[in-house]
T-cell receptor
Framework: QKEVEQNSGPLSVPEGAIASLNCTYS??????FFWYRQYSGKSPELIMF????GDKEDGRFTAQLNKASQYVSLLIRDSQPSDSATYLC????????????FGDGTTLTVKP | DVKVTQSSRYLVKRTGEKVFLECVQD?????MFWYRQDPGLGLRLIYF???????EKGDIPEGYSVSREKKERFSLILESASTNQTSMYLC??????????????FGPGTRLTVT
């Protein structure tokens, strides 16, 4: 079992729809969780982080964390073609300061 | 803005050559990381460093070494390049202040081709 698993893509949604990206992790002691966006040919950039159970909203993006279920998700509302990218989930176990484990990513395509 | 720079965007080397990839960050971050990214395999950690002169092996350290003589600079060394080291190499840095952060800032990447 992989330490961080993301729903297999690719994911395609129409413009204006809600895109839902999911991630599960195996280390129950994990403490902080990140979503990175990576455009084709570019390096990853952080879009959200969350460390408390519940929802965290930033503009059109909402991160959701459920530590009991070991599950973190990213919702993108009013999806735009510019949101088309690969989204990487990263989990920090807290034992080794700063070291994160990354999922393989989910590729999202938003169709006009 | 945090800035992480890498010495080359594209690099072509021959099998057996010694290769140096340099990474510099300008935000006084304690942590620095080297990853490689390959299609279908995701981001894989090669080495990381928590402080000057400190290094820890990641998931795939074989065939690589690192050097961190100054806080802002983290170098990845391929002692004898092989074709299976053809990849995109990404450097990242992060703070080491509290468990609630540790977000990583990535450099632009170096696409290395070994022929």
């Amino acid at each position: 079992q992989k330490e961080v698993e993301q729903n297999s893509g690719p994911l395609s949604v129409p413009e204006g729809a809600i895109a839902s990206l999911n991630c599960t992790y195996s280390d129950r002691g994990s403490q902080s969780f990140f979503w990175y966006r990576q455009y084709s040919g570019k390096s990853p950039e952080l879009i959200m982080f969350i460390y408390s159970n519940g929802d965290k909203e930033d503009g059109r993006f909402t991160a959701q964390l459920n530590k009991a279920s070991q599950y973190v998700s990213l919702l993108i509302r009013d999806s735009q073609p510019s949101d088309s990218a690969t989204y990487l989930c990263a989990v920090n176990p807290g034992r080794e300061a700063g070291k994160s484990t990354f999922g393989d990513g989910t590729t999202l395509t938003v169709k006009p | 803005d945090v800035k992480v720079t890498q010495s080359s965007r594209y690099l072509v080397k021959r099998t057996g050559e010694k290769v140096f990839l340099e990474c510099v960050q300008d935000m006084d971050h304690e942590n620095m990381f080297w990853y490689r990214q390959d299609p279908g395999l995701g981001l894989r950690l090669i080495y990381f460093s928590y402080d000057v002169k400190m290094k820890e092996k990641g998931d795939i350290p074989e065939g690589y070494s690192v050097s961190r003589e100054k806080k802002e600079r983290f170098s990845l060394i391929l002692e004898s390049a092989s074709t299976n080291q053809t990849s995109m190499y990404l450097c990242a840095s992060s703070l080491r202040t509290s468990l609630s952060s540790y977000e990583q800032y990535f450099g632009p990447g170096t696409r290395l081709t070994v022929t």
